[in-house]
């Protein structure tokens, strides 16, 4: 790799590290598995680098290679790890950290299947159009459309508490 685009892509890592380890954190759950994940995506980048600054989009091979990276990881994962500690509380200060509900909402999309998971990730923290997604995800934008729509859907049903008032409540006489 010629010494110019080896100085681009690790400026590229410099301001890409914590957008990516960020993601990564949303769509694995875990702090340290989240650093894995970026640093197995940047390798596989950084082999095709020249080629990937010729399509101008590094970003969004690297999303695409952790995606990827993550649902394979997934699918091959036989036992669930139980931590002894609460690995998932952060000693640096978070943009999200005025989010009340914030270890419930992770707790919710960490049980989301991965590409739903990648779907909402993409669409909501990554700020991504359906479009931009369903290319990334090599997918129709109506997949993208119904993804987000039922992973939502499983999202508010996880997270809304269960309400004490029935219907058939409302409507007996208490004479």
């Not at 909402?105 to 990648?118: D, K, Q, S």
């Amino acid at each position: 790799m010629p010494d110019d685009d080896e100085e681009r892509f690790r400026e590229f890592v410099l301001q890409q590290w914590g957008p990516l380890t960020r993601t990564a954190y949303l769509l694995t759950g875990d702090r340290g598995v989240a650093e894995d994940l970026v640093q197995s995506a940047l390798e596989k980048t950084h082999r095709r680098w020249g080629r990937i600054l010729r399509k101008d989009a590094p970003g969004a091979y690297v999303r695409r290679a952790m995606i990827n990276t993550a649902v394979s990881w997934r699918r091959r994962r036989r036992t669930i790890e139980v931590p002894l500690l609460d690995a998932d509380t952060i000693a640096t200060p978070d943009a999200y950290q005025h989010a009340e509900n914030r270890h419930q909402l992770l707790g919710a999309l960490r049980r989301l299947p991965p590409r739903m998971r990648a779907v909402l990730v993409l669409r909501y923290f990554e700020d991504l159009s359906e479009a931009d997604i369903a290319r990334l995800l090599d997918c129709s934008t109506g997949t993208v459309k119904s993804q987000a729509s039922r992973g939502l859907a499983r999202l508010r049903a996880d997270l809304e508490p269960p309400s004490t008032i029935t219907k058939t409540s409302l409507q007996e006489d208490p004479a």
